[in-house]
């Protein structure tokens, strides 16, 4: 859950063609952190997506926790914008702007993220996912294996099924509730979500820590205290401003058989885990470091779920371009 890091245009292989580099087309709308755009997908669903940084510069493909959405966090990106990647963040179905999507899985939103790639021009990219965004950076790797040149993963969740994962040990008290919500039917699981995400839209953005405290080692609670804990709660607040469909989504998609094979991930893969990660516990980093044979994994003893992301995501993506490179 996320309540929920060389120098320019040479970052070990990470480039646009020319073609990529055109301006970025779509329907623009106002968002409280800039101009989001909207992918008209073809079947009468659209995307919501934002782009930052320089227009040629190397591209990231972001994907969110849960819940979250499209809006920047300017904090969370500065230190890979700064090193000149271009970052492509989205909404996925069912928050802010983008079209709730029933029974998506994470082939579906893999499948979504190609065609935003289309739509922007982009012939090579680095795909990046925290949290339960993860599994969905993993399935678009798995997905589009031409383009998608690395996978960066920060604090992701393992499978649901994954032989001998306690998927809920060391967890903190919220994941517990919502996770299992999952044995008690779709009628429980709405009411713990809609919960959350009430008390989410109505906390001042400034309060949402101390509503977090079960999840938060003290390392994660000092940043979510900072500029990052306002920006994220505006952030999430978008996703959820229509209703917790998107939440209700992700939950199901993460929970249910992935349908890929992590293990057929032929790109490199740098894994960065917080070994006090109470969101999601370094368990799941273990076990995708033993199941993903390009990997190269990181566990950071005093890292948490926040402290691993919040800035050093350039670092984290040059250390992968060199691996590319």
Do not use: C
Not at 4 to 16: E, I, P, W, Y
Not at 206 to 219: F, H
Not at 237 to 255: I, K, N, R, S, V
């Amino acid at each position: 859950m996320q309540f929920d890091a060389a120098s320019h245009g040479k970052k070990g292989g990470l480039s646009k063609s020319g073609a990529g580099r055109r301006a970025v087309m779509g329907r623009g709308h106002s968002s409280a952190n800039g101009t989001l755009k909207s992918l008209d997908l073809g079947d009468g669903r659209v995307l919501e997506y934002a782009v930052r940084g320089e227009d040629d510069g190397p591209v990231v493909l972001f994907h969110h926790g849960m819940p979250g959405s499209a809006v920047p966090v300017g904090s969370f990106f500065h230190s890979a914008t700064e090193r000149g990647y271009r970052i492509v963040t989205y909404s996925r179905p069912g928050y802010g702007a983008s079209t709730s999507t029933p029974g998506r899985t994470l082939a579906d939103t893999a499948e979504a993220s190609r065609a935003l790639m289309d739509h922007l021009g982009v012939d090579r990219y680095v795909v990046a996912g925290w949290s339960s965004g993860g599994p969905h950076a993993m399935a678009t790797g798995a997905a589009d294996p031409q383009r998608a040149s690395g996978v960066l993963l920060l604090g992701s969740f393992a499978p649901y099924d994954a032989d001998g994962l306690n998927f809920v040990g060391d967890m903190g008290l919220m994941n517990i509730i919502q996770f299992r919500a999952l044995a008690r039917g779709e009628e429980a699981q709405r009411a713990v979500i809609s919960q959350m995400a009430a008390a989410i839209r109505e906390e001042n953005p400034a309060e949402v820590a101390s509503a977090m405290a079960s999840l938060l080692p003290t390392v994660d609670a000092m940043m979510l205290n900072g500029t990052y804990g306002v920006e994220s709660a505006v952030n999430m607040h978008h996703g959820l401003a229509d209703g917790y469909a998107g939440w209700f989504e992700d939950l199901h998609a993460l929970t249910a058989p992935w349908g890929f094979d992590p293990a057929g991930i032929t790109a490199p893969i740098e894994l960065w885990h917080g070994a006090m990660d109470r969101m999601v516990p370094v368990a799941h980093g273990a076990w995708l470091a033993a199941h993903l044979p390009t990997v190269r994994a990181h566990i950071e003893n005093k890292g948490g779920h926040i402290s691993i992301a919040v800035g050093s995501l350039g670092e984290k993506l040059d250390q992968l371009a060199a691996r590319m490179g």
